[in-house]
């Protein structure tokens, strides 16, 4: 379905982040970033992809605490906004399984020039990857699994590199 | 002096305790010294530094003071996106 | 109308830039970018805004060039594929009268990490903008018009900034 | 030596000549040229710097050599996104 982007009016958004296990809708997500005075937007999507530090990913498994992933969320894009002159930004999570090609996450941002647009996404999902309490087990083609950046860090862990 | 705490696992770590979440007692006075304390329950060898702790839903750093009756989150490294 | 990406197969892209004179539609566009190696789409939109340069703009008419305008296209997107490792990369501009809030030209990249997307997709829409032979004419709210970057570069224009 | 060169105005350039297309004939042995000597046509006080030039539907050089028979295009500075 093409909905005209000359049609838009404001939708009404309470919440600029969101943890949601259905698929995400980047068509639906963008029309609440329109803005009469917005000349850019910049669109960021995290997608399944088969392969993981060589290893063949068949699907992958989000664990998200919603209450602490929402609230820090917020603060990510309190920060873009105080730091770039943009309109609106967004930010959507998924949990739960997810196939291949299917959408983890995804973060918009509206804003009258392009270079504040790039610029706020950017740090909104660099943050975001980092910040959020969201974790992800790998399943992989041999049946094994594993938690990203968890087993394999824990293996490599050698006493003198523990730091608090 | 023993403290009772209630713990909650995430992810890998919930898997190693094999429940959500506990309430224990504890002689904890930060939240490293919780997870330090429960090694052999989260089974972990992550650096504190790899890993975040919430205390009653808000973030909160490893040095953080953990009182009677505080639940404590222990979050393994995050990997979202 | 959600199409889970999950459903994803690879469409069949024999043009990595289009002139189109009917409404932009990302979503279908996105989803030729797809591929089961792709973990990163950076997206790029330059919509209608209404103001430019303290003119208040009623709507904008694109004129194209479009045999150059398609050649040097294809030439920024190699040029893209050859300094980022990324998979895919398109762009669509339109051409003729456009509204307010209409997305007048898209880009979009797909890439294994975020890096390259972001990076190239940057690069593109900069070229684009900058190379291809595309002008367009302002219509404003006082019933005035204008070409952008032309008639007010003119009048700016000195004989000793006049350089070759 | 007069060469006869077809000449296509686009844009602002066209607004001002009041056709898309003419054939000329011009003393001219570069792209440059062609468009210092239709300045009364196109009307433009663009530095050629700003505008560019295609010949038989190539990006051109200002200095490109222009032969009888070519099509020359005048592009005033591109807007494009």
């Excluded at chain 2, 696992?9 to 939240?31: C, K, L, M, N, S």
Aim: hydrophobic residues 40%.
């Amino acid at each position: 379905m093409v909905i005209p982007s000359c049609c838009f009016h404001p939708l009404p958004v309470a919440d600029v982040i969101r943890i949601i296990d259905k698929p995400i809708d980047p068509n639906v997500l963008r029309r609440e970033l329109f803005d009469p005075a917005a000349g850019a937007y910049a669109g960021f999507e995290g997608w399944i992809r088969n392969e993981n530090e060589g290893h063949s990913v068949e699907r992958l498994e989000y664990e998200v605490y919603a209450p602490l992933a929402v609230s820090e969320g917020e603060k990510v894009i309190a920060e873009a906004k105080a730091q770039f002159a943009i309109l609106h930004a967004h930010c959507v999570h998924r949990t739960g399984m997810l196939e291949i090609g299917e959408c983890a996450v995804w973060v918009g941002v509206s804003s009258a020039h392009r270079d504040e647009a790039f610029n706020a996404c950017r740090y909104i999902i660099d943050q975001v990857k980092v910040r959020l309490p969201i974790w992800k087990k790998e399943h992989y083609a041999d049946g094994n699994s594993g938690w990203v950046n968890c087993e394999r860090c824990a293996e490599h862990a050698h006493p003198s590199a523990v730091s608090l | 002096m023993s403290k009772s705490i209630t713990v909650r696992y995430f992810a890998i770590f919930r898997e190693h305790a094999g429940v959500d979440e506990e309430t224990v007692a504890i002689d904890a006075d930060t939240a490293g010294d919780v997870f330090q304390q429960l090694k052999n329950r989260h089974g972990s060898r992550e650096p504190l530094g790899h890993c975040k702790v919430a205390i009653n839903d808000e973030m909160a750093d490893w040095n953080s003071p953990v009182n009677d009756g505080d639940t404590v989150l222990l979050f393994p490294p995050v990997a979202g996106g």
